[in-house]
């Protein structure tokens, strides 16, 4: 079920009082699902104990391939190939002198020579160390060699001076290496923003959550997603409307997801509580009516329709031009269907054109989410239990069941969030393909 692709990185630690910065970037790394092994230098382990990368790889960590314990004898082989990413955090004054002139004396430099992997390298060390013209000329070798650097900022060292050689923020060491790692041929990712051009600007925490501590395989490249979003508000006169508690948030999720895995999304969004995600064009629509127009303008582009959004079924026949006074002790609306987008969709459908419905039900919701898929003729609905605990309008959690056209299966996601489930109905759509 999980479209993330595995990468494997090699972590090595070399001996600085950074090394404990490196178990940071670690989990980092594999939050994003990233498969690392990490390899020390012999001074990095006076800093910090093998033993805590054994704990959180679960694989033995690498130092001297000679060591009786090593379980493999030709470790700096093994370690080297077939990975995607070389990193080395923190990286001393030391094994950027030996990386530049091809010493391998120890694990990792030998490390260093028998890999053919983009190599990463996040130096810290005192100011005068880095600064030292030996340090500068080895840098620019191993650039010229087709090493990147994330260089160290400047701050208080652990020296107690100020200067540069401060290891850059984890956050953005790992920012650029899963930049570095969505351009590996691994990657299907063909028009990554992180492109070379921005490979040392500074990725700032919020870019970090954007990236979603996932490399997530494209595989919706090359799709436009066209999704509706949010309540509809339909006026009775110019003051007041009949609306739902739709948040948008279910909606938002897919769109987001959509992006991350590649496709072109454009976002049809009624009355919502929360921020659209970035790099998806969203076009506002408050009523059904105006949502109706706006999705038949843009549906002749788009390869998968989703319909969201919580379309209000009945909107007064009129809207009074003025507000309604309060003059009567009962006041009778007179309401009339909207258009049914999600049906229209469907009925004037092109060829490849992939329709998922949703379903707020509180009651037999797949039978009634079943003759849905029906009537409207979907490929995909999920329904949603609305009194669920947990499910519904305005919560950051869903609980649904995907049924899929012609398959008598049902797939029921239990309590989760939204943005998990976003990801498996996009799996599903995928599947459709
Ligand atoms: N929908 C739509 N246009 C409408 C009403 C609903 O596009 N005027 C879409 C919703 O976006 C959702 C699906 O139809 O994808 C089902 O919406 P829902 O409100 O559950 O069903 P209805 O068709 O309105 O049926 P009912 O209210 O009778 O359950």
Not at 54 to 75: F, G, K, S
Not at 133 to 156: C, H, M, W, Y
Not at 402 to 410: N, Y
């Amino acid at each position: 079920m999980s479209k993330k692709e595995k990468y494997r990185v090699d972590l090595g630690v070399s001996g600085g009082i950074a090394a404990y910065k490196a178990i940071e970037v670690l989990r980092l790394l594999q939050k994003s699902d990233c498969e690392v092994r990490v390899a020390m230098t012999r001074h990095a382990i006076e800093f910090i104990q093998p033993l805590t990368f054994r704990a959180l790889t679960d694989a033995y960590v690498l130092v001297d391939d000679y060591a009786p314990e090593n379980p493999d004898p030709i470790a700096h082989i093994n370690f080297s190939q077939n990975i995607d990413l070389f990193l080395i955090v923190p990286a001393t004054a030391n094994i950027i002198a030996k990386f530049a002139n091809g010493i391998a004396d120890d694990f990792l430099s030998s490390t260093y020579l028998a890999s053919t992997a983009p190599v990463l390298i996040a130096p810290a060390m005192n100011t005068t160390m880095w600064e030292n013209a030996a340090t500068q000329r080895n840098i620019e070798q191993l650039k010229k060699d087709g090493v990147r650097f994330v260089e160290p900022i400047s701050g208080e060292l652990a020296c107690k001076t100020v200067g540069t050689g401060k290891l850059e923020d984890v956050e953005n060491i790992v920012a650029q290496a899963l930049n570095l790692l969505v351009q590996s041929p691994k990657s299907k990712v063909q028009n990554s923003k992180y492109d070379d051009k921005n490979f040392n600007a500074k990725v700032n925490a919020q870019e970090l959550e954007t990236l979603d501590f996932g490399l997530w395989t494209q595989d919706l490249l090359g799709e436009k997603i066209l999704i509706t979003v949010g309540g509809t508000r339909e006026a009775i006169d110019p003051v007041r409307f009949i609306s739902n508690h739709s948040s948008g948030k279910m909606g938002f999720a897919v769109a987001k997801a959509a992006e991350k895995r590649g496709a072109k999304v454009t976002v049809i969004a009624g009355a919502t509580s929360v921020e659209p995600p970035e790099n998806v064009n969203v076009i506002r629509a408050i009523s059904a009516e105006e949502m109706h127009r706006a999705v038949m303008k843009e549906l002749e582009n788009a390869t998968v329709f989703i319909g969201a959004a919580a379309v209000a079924d009945y909107r007064p026949v009129k809207q009074a031009a003025t507000k309604i006074k309060k003059n009567k002790n009962i006041l009778h609306l007179e309401l009339e269907k909207t258009p049914d987008i999600l049906s229209d969709v469907s009925k004037i459908r092109h060829d490849g054109l992939l329709v998922v419905g949703f379903a707020a039900e509180t009651e037999n919701v797949v039978e009634y989410a079943r003759s849905k898929m029906q009537k409207k003729n979907l490929d995909l609905i999920v329904a949603n239990d609305i009194t669920k605990n947990g499910a519904g309008f305005d919560s950051d959690t869903n609980i649904a069941t995907i049924l899929r056209r012609g398959d008598k299966e049902k797939i029921e996601l239990p309590l989760m969030s939204k943005r998990e489930m976003a990801d498996i109905i996009l799996d599903e759509v995928i599947k459709l393909r």
